[in-house]
């Protein structure tokens, strides 16, 4: 059962899955779902949290029902600000009367098309670990947006304060600080669109190859909202970059394919370096960027470590 | 003849009875004899010990490591690990680099938020042994790639 609540709802509802299912059109994007904390370990001093290196990010096929339908089919108040989402999830004390999170978006991105309360990821029930049988899935924003498990939606008169949403959790300095600096919770602001990135997916890094033999590398790029609009790689450090082919993303937010034949012109150590730019013209730092307490939006770019002999 | 064959029949049948009554008393016997001899069946067990019950120290340490949690050995190890390891895995400590100060506030956050009890004396001795075994690395802005695994790139 879904249940359907908050101040700014013009009545309360409740629907099964299966009302779900069969009262609102179905869609189908493919979201990229990546954690605010991903790249944590590289921040220098090191951040509080799960030290994720790269990995933290997936873009996998979802298909369930728009939330704005939901929401319309629900109706709600003028006054409401922010959506947020409860789960059958329990504590890590198993103290009953807590929730290990519960956070939420703007209705302008709940409002989006592609925000979706889905119930199928790569065309099959979700799995449990993904959040079956129903989750929220906003994709270019940090995943813990994306509740798993999700058994009510509040629609909120304020911006939510659930567990997760509040003090330093999935928020960075509003001004930037200087490395190790104290940051006041009232100074902290909510990420909300993630930052440009990417990936060398192919080769793995550690590859030796043969002088005058070639490599064929691809990856994938993404940037929160917006749209990887050049993807370059480098194997002198960054004094010089060289385009790669890059191709359109299947949906919006959904993370787009880069390739390129690389030729090496000695002998020795390379680190082949991607950088990808958005559609505002930023770009992926070389370095870790701004400092914050909790170590997230770690866009620096990736590099593999390749051997020419 | 005709008393004759009915007189055959009834010892037939008075046969068949008898049969029938030894038949049970005897399973009888053997399931008394069973129950004060062998209650425990244990005839029809194999005689071979299908496992051997081996005790090991569950706070063994081997090569500097308590083999249980995987936490460095040092002073304030079992501290650590009766108070750090009942509700998350030590390597959710471990990942962590953070000076005491650090470790203080995060105690506090567990306290506020994930109903953590008071550590009293205990605190410190915790917070010692983190500093101590698990201390911050100076990363600096990029670091060197390491731990490449290198192999053989086929086309």
Known sequence: MLFINGESVKQQKT???????????????????ECGGNGRS???????????????????????????????????????????????????????????????????????????LAFQMNGKDIPLAHGYPLRLVAGGWPASVSGKWVNTISVRNIVHDGPKMTGTAYRVPCKNVAPGEKVEDKDMCII???????????????AMIKKNKSINIRGHAWAGELEVSKLEYSIDFGATWQECELEKPTNRLAWQHFSATIQFPKIGYYEVWAKATDSNGVAQPMVVPGWNPKGYLNNACHRIAVKVS | MKRDEEFFKKIKKAE??????????????????????????????????????????????????????GLKDGKGLMTVVNNCTNCHSAKLVTQNRMNAERWNETIKWMQEKQNLWQLGENQEIIVNYLVENYPVNQVGRRMTLSNIDWYELKD
């Open chain 1, 192 to 206: 909300e669109s993630m930052p440009v990135k990417s990936l060398i997916t192919y080769p793995k890094s550690g």
């Open chain 2, 16 to 69: 068949k009875t008898a049969q029938y009554a030894m038949f049970f008393t005897s399973l009888a016997t053997i399931l008394l004899l069973l129950s004060i001899y062998d209650p425990t069946l244990s005839i029809f067990n194999s005689q071979e010990k299908l496992y051997e019950e081996v005790v090991v120290d569950e706070d063994r340490i081997e090569n500097g490591i308590h083999v249980r949690t």
């Open chain 1, 42 to 116: 590289e921040f220098n001093p090191p951040a509080k949290g799960n030290q994720w290196t790269v990995g933290a990010v997936h873009c996998a096929s979802w298909t369930g029902i728009r939330l704005k339908d939901l929401l319309e089919d629900v109706g709600i108040k003028s006054d409401a600000v922010y959506i947020a989402y409860h789960s059958a999830d329990t504590h890590l004390s198993g103290d009953p009367s807590k929730e290990p999170i519960s956070r939420g978006c703007p209705i302008s991105k709940a409002m989006q098309e592609e925000t979706l």
């Open chain 1, 15 to 33: 629907y099964t899955l299966q009302e779900l299912k069969s009262k609102f059109k179905h869609y189908t994007y493919q979201l990229t779902l």
